[in-house]
C-alpha cells in the first residue's frame, strides 16, 4: 500500500508533507473522475467513488475494467493487478461514505454553483485531517476553496484527459493553500507515477489557457467556412503535427467543457478575444456534447465517426 508520509519526500528540498493517505474518495464518476480512480486504484490506493446515479458509477467501472483490459494486453499491468485495482474501489452513494477518506477529489460536472453545493454537503462529515482537491479546468480555486471549512487544505489538481495515459498533472494553489497540503498533493501526485507542472490560480490555469482558445478558434474558423470539420482537423494533424485535430479534440474532451472554460476565460480576464464561438455553444444547446453523447463536430453513432458539417 504506497502511503504519502515524511520518509517518501527526503530527497526534496521544502515543507515535508505530515499526513498519510491510504484512501481516496473522488466525486463525479464521468471520464475524468472514473480515469482518476483507475490510475489511483492502481497505485495501491483504497477509492470510494461517487456520482449521483449508480448507473454512472457502473459506466465508471465499466470504462476503468475496459482500459485496464488494454494495458494488460499491451503489458503494461497484469491481469491480477487490474483485478485488485478493481477491487480497490467501491461505490460511495452518500457524502457521508467519504468519512475516512484521507483525501478526496471533486471531479464533477465543470459548473461553480454545483461545486459549491457537493462542498458545502461534503465538508460536514469529514475528518479534520482530511485534503480536499478538485480537478477543475478553469475556475478559480481560491474561491471554491473559499467555500469549504478548510481553504489551507484545498488545492487544485488538474489531471489530464485520458487520466492513465498522460503524464501531467497540474498542481494550483489557492490563496489560502498551506505549503504542507502542497507538499503531500505533490507526494500523492508523484506517487501516481505522474509529473508535476506548477500554475498560479489563474482562470484555466496553464494548459486550458493555451489549449482552449485554440479550439474555440477553430470552431470559428468552421463558423465563418474558412475550412470543413475534416479540412481542419487534417490540416492541424498534418500541418502542426498535432496527434489529434482541434475539433476532434473538442468532442473528446466535451464540448460542454469546452464551453464551460471559455465562459471562465471570457468573464475571469475580462478579455473580448476569449468569447465563446457562438457554433460551440449552439453545439451544447442542442445536447451535442462530443464523445460522450455520441455527436459533436463527428457523428458516433455509426461504424466510423462521420463530420456533422
Ligand atoms: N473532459 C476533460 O478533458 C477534462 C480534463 C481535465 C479536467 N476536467 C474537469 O473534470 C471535471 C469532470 O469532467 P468530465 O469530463 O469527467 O465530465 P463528465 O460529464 O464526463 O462527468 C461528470 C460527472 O459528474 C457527475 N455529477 C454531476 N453532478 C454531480 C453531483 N452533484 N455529485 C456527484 N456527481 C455529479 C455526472 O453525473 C457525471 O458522471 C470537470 O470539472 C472538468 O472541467 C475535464
Redesign the pocket.
Known sequence: MPQVSKLSDKSKAGPKPSRSIAKVGI???????SGIAHVVALSGYTVAL???KRE?YDKGIELIGHNMTRQVAKGLIKDADKDEAIERITFAPSMADFGDCDLVIE????DED?KH??FAALCPHLKPTALLAS????ISITRLAATTDRPEDFIGM????PVPLMELVELIRGIATEDETFATARTFVESLGKKIAVSEDFPAFIVNRILLPMINEAVYTLYEGVGTVEAIDKAMKLGAHHPMGPLELADF??LD?CLSVMQVLYEGLSDSKYRPCPLLVKYVEAGWLGR?TRRGFYDYRGEKPVPTR
Open positions: 466525486i463525479g464518476a464521468g471520464q475524468m473522475g461517487n456520482d449521483l454512472s471531479a464533477a460536472t465543470e454545483l453545493k457537493i480537478n477543475t479546468s478553469s488538474h489531471f489530464m484527459n474532451i466535451g467543457t460522450k
